[in-house]
């Protein structure tokens, strides 16, 4: 059922939660616990990547990082990798999961932007999650979400940072067209500035122009 760990977050333990949610973390109610437990899986080239996030949120977890292989149900001799943890069921997630979740889906809140401003760390993480670089401009793949929710991201983005970010077409799934979010040439070199000192060296890569 999860242990109930009477605590709070720390603000970087939020931060980094609240970059993963935007990115590819999430908060589940598993079973029949009552709380929310969160858990966030990447690639095995990204292991350290998942490892760096279970050290920084390990007061609330209690089984170290795992290896997951899947098979591809079309091809069998297919398959992936993947590293994978999860904090405890806990009644400290459920304030975000409140925020960020409606009916069991992720969604973006209307006031996102007063997320944004607690600390760049969160847009960090978002990136490292989520970002990639194209020529000299960055995209942020957030196609998992709505076209509404992804427009607050926008405008969040240019309330906060004042970034110029728009939506670009990427692929079409069950015929439905996705979208992600493109953030211009002139806006993405200012990310070297913001968010430089928190992204982890093996996602420079993620910057134009960022490295060691």
């Not at 598993?30 to 920084?56: D, L, M, N």
Request: glycine share 4%; charged share 25%.
């Amino acid at each position: 059922m999860g242990r109930l760990v009477r605590s709070r977050l720390t603000q970087e333990e939020k931060d980094i939660l609240i970059g993963s949610l935007l990115g590819d973390g999430c908060l589940r109610i598993i079973g029949r616990c009552k709380y929310p437990a969160f858990s966030e899986s990447h690639s095995t080239e990204q292991k350290e990547y998942v490892f760096w996030k279970y050290e920084k949120l390990r007061r609330w977890i209690t089984t170290s990082p795992w290896k997951e292989e899947r098979v591809y149900h079309r091809d069998r001799s297919r398959k992936t990798i993947s590293w994978r943890f999860q904090t405890l069921s806990n009644s400290i997630f459920s304030e975000l999961y409140s925020i960020f979740y409606k009916n069991g889906t992720k969604v973006i809140p209307d006031d996102i932007s007063k997320f944004l401003k607690r600390s760049p760390l969160i847009l960090a993480i978002w990136l490292m999650d989520d970002g990639n670089k194209n020529h000299k401009a960055v995209f942020l793949n957030t196609q998992s979400f709505s076209l509404s929710d992804q427009q607050k991201l926008v405008q969040a983005l240019h309330d906060v940072y004042k970034f110029h970010g728009t939506l670009n077409k990427h692929s079409r799934s069950n015929g439905v067209q996705l979208y992600r979010i493109r953030i211009d040439t002139q806006s993405t070199k200012k990310l070297r500035k913001i968010i430089g000192e928190y992204i982890l060296p093996q996602f420079y890569y993620k910057i134009p122009n960022l490295s060691p």
